[in-house]
């Protein structure tokens, strides 16, 4: 259990709906990462928080967006969503920002399928 | 830019069997490398790592060395069992301290 909590687990929705999926970092860490792993792509960086505040995009489309909230748990907003937003979609936290030793907690993941 | 390069999978052996996973990377520097391990229907845990040229990380049996001559990072272990089955994902850190990752290696142990 690497502390880490990701809800729902899993999430059927049609296309064109919105979801939310909400993370809860391990006690203590501030940053806040998030991913999406298709079937076929690996592990695509989307979005960093630190502490409530963005630190760093990758390859996040428009329709998704993110926040980091005081309690430091954090929410990945998708919408207009399309077929190949099916993913499985992972958190990950580690206690740095700058100067991170590159050691991130991965929750088990929330799995999107797009019907 | 910073690239991490991995040997496609699946990767399929039998139990006992030696293991390599080759892993090159691409990056201005000496960053520090890893390997994070995935198990079926879990997140991503780390298995080793190697902050400088020479290093070796090692845990669970599995080993890795920091090779700056050929860029490398192989993972290695000596026996491995049915439940190493999982995806390997080789890591370098850059200099903006985020993460770049290699295309996951999917090993499978047959018993």
């Known amino acids: 259990d690497s502390g880490v909590t990701q809800t729902p687990k899993h999430l059927i929705t049609a296309t064109g709906q919105r979801v939310t999926l909400r993370c809860s970092p391990r006690?203590?860490?501030?940053?806040v990462y998030w991913y999406q792993q298709s079937l076929d792509q690996g592990l695509q960086f989307l979005i960093q928080?630190?502490?409530?505040?963005?630190?760093a995009k990758g390859n996040i489309l428009e329709r998704f967006s993110a926040q980091q909230f005081p309690d430091l748990h954090s929410e990945l907003n998708l919408s207009s969503l399309e077929l190949g937003d099916s993913a499985l979609y992972f958190c990950?936290?580690?206690?740095?920002?700058?100067?991170?030793?590159?050691?991130?907690?991965f929750g088990e993941g929330s799995r999107l399928t797009v019907l | 830019g910073n690239s991490v390069t991995q040997m496609e999978g699946p990767v399929t052996l039998s139990e006992e069997a030696f293991l390599t996973i080759n892993c090159t990377y691409t990056?201005?520097?000496?960053?520090?490398l890893f390997w994070y391990v995935q198990y079926p229907g879990e997140g991503l845990q780390l298995l080793l790592k190697a902050t400088k040229a020479d290093d070796k990380g090692s845990n669970k049996g599995f080993e890795a060395t920091y090779r700056k001559e050929t860029t490398s990072f192989h993972l290695e272990k000596g026996s491995v069992q049915v439940s190493d089955s999982a995806v390997y994902f080789c890591a370098l850190l850059d200099s903006n301290y985020q993460l770049i990752w290699g295309a996951g290696t999917k090993l499978i142990i047959k018993p």
């Open positions: 006690s203590g860490d501030l940053s």
């Open positions: 990056a201005t520097g000496y960053p520090s």
């Open positions: 928080y630190y502490n409530g505040e963005e630190r």
């Open positions: 990950a936290s580690s206690p740095r920002d700058r100067g991170g030793t590159g050691e991130l907690f």
